[in-house]
């Protein structure tokens, strides 16, 4: 076990370059096992998710080379072994489920335990099962293992009930070789469901409506192969916003796509950060004190989930009362409690977080509860007098790629150290 040692930074200063986004890369990897020929995926950083991901597709059979320094990975799923996957694969991450479209899109079949990840509140399947359903496969629960199977998957009109990501991608994949159209209505319209479509595209499939609350597939006999990139991650740029907004910093980031950070830009406006697209991508500096903010995380392109824990740290150091309203996930505030060891006045109460901006946040020891709590407690350790010591930051590595690295490139005092 690892932890960060972080002590104070007045200002983040410098360029970063953002890398390939995991959300985007991991259902584009499960939708690999889709064809018979080899897929080249670039732009997908090492991270613990994308490795345990990586791992599950060997175990089905697919024959996988990672290239890891130039971050491009080839995929060949010619034939797999077997359909099942073991329980200490899929329970390291959530994505782990994704492949279940794909399996039974193309072989019919498919023996998965649920998932695992992050505990930030309940993300059950159900939303996966319905749309598998309406498409005529079969299910079947037994001590925390779904079985799927389906002679073939039959087009059909599917409602979501929450415009769920993973439901949207799963249900895309598992559509595109069925017989007839599928429509998905109330779907998930974020960035990663768009690349995740422009690769399926790009093997053959017939997709309309991506990024909109409804998206057409219409199932085709068979695919190939393609070379794809991924797109920058949204929220580590956000992340590294934040940074730079947290320290009064003044930063470039390379490698982003305003466009996806849209509703990230507006709040980060409204206290007082200045955003600027350049040549080299978006110029980010801070104009004055940070005024707080009323916020609420919806799906995109409302604010992001992904960035509430963030937003909070920025927010306990601003000047006046913020409340932020967390409308996806019922147990995404538990880094509120590591924050107040460092000095932040914040309630809770139910899906809503008051935050009482003060002078200053203090060094201590606190701990990681999930992916983005723990990416909120680096950046209260940079603007925070004295040391911080972040222990369980294995959870940050699910989802940023040398953090570390790229902050002390930045002028950060930041530094990994083995737990005692």
């Not at 994505?95 to 039974?104: D, H, K, N, R, Y």
């Amino acid at each position: 076990m690892e932890k960060f040692v972080i002590r104070h930074t007045d200002s983040l200063q410098g360029t970063v370059r953002i890398s390939g986004a995991k959300n985007a890369a991991l259902p584009i990897l499960a939708a690999c096992l889709l064809t018979s020929e080899p897929c080249y995926i670039e732009n997908v950083p090492p991270l613990t998710d994308v490795i345990y991901m990586l791992e599950m597709l060997k175990g089905f059979g697919a024959e996988v080379a990672y290239d890891k320094e130039k971050e491009s990975i080839c995929i060949h799923a010619k034939e797999l072994t077997t359909l099942e996957s073991s329980y200490e694969k899929a329970d390291k991450m959530r994505a782990s489920f994704l492949v279940a479209g794909p399996l039974i899109s193309r072989y019919g079949q498919a023996k998965l335990p649920l998932p695992g990840g992050c505990q930030i509140g309940s993300r059950p399947v159900d939303l996966h099962l319905k749309g598998f359903h309406c498409m005529g496969a079969k299910s079947r629960q037994e001590h925390g293992v779904i079985d799927l199977t389906t002679k073939k998957l039959k087009g059909a009109t599917i409602y979501l009930d929450f415009p769920s990501v993973g439901a949207t991608e799963n249900i895309m994949m598992a559509a595109v070789l069925a017989k007839g159209k599928t429509i998905i209505e109330n779907a998930a319209a974020e960035p990663e469901i768009i690349d995740l479509a422009e690769f399926l595209r790009e093997i053959g499939a017939d997709i309309q409506g991506d990024g909109t609350d409804t998206v057409e597939i219409t199932g085709v006999k068979e695919l190939e192969g393609t070379t794809h990139s991924v797109i920058p991650d949204r929220i580590e740029a956000g992340t590294f916003m934040v940074g730079a907004a947290i320290t009064g910093g003044d930063i470039v980031l390379e490698n982003v796509r305003e466009e996806h950070l849209k509703p990230v830009i507006a709040k980060l406006a409204e206290c007082n950060v200045k955003i600027e697209a350049i040549p080299q991508g978006l110029h980010v500096y801070r104009k004055g004190k940070l005024q707080p903010l009323q916020l609420k995380t919806m799906p995109f392109p409302g604010f992001p989930t992904d960035m509430q824990a963030q937003f909070m740290s920025l927010m306990t150091l601003a000047k006046g009362t913020s409340m932020i309203t967390e409308t996806v996930f019922e147990n995404r505030f538990i880094h509120a409690g590591e924050l107040q060891r460092m000095g932040a006045d914040i309630r809770i109460d139910s899906r809503n977080a008051v935050i009482e901006g003060v002078e200053e946040l203090t060094g201590s020891k606190v701990r990681a509860t999930d992916l983005r709590a723990g990416a909120a407690l680096i950046l209260s350790a940079l603007a925070a007098k004295g040391e911080t010591e972040i222990g369980e930051i294995h959870h940050i590595e699910r989802g940023y790629y040398k953090i570390d690295e790229k902050l002390r490139a930045l002028g950060a005092d930041i530094e990994r150290k083995e737990e005692v």
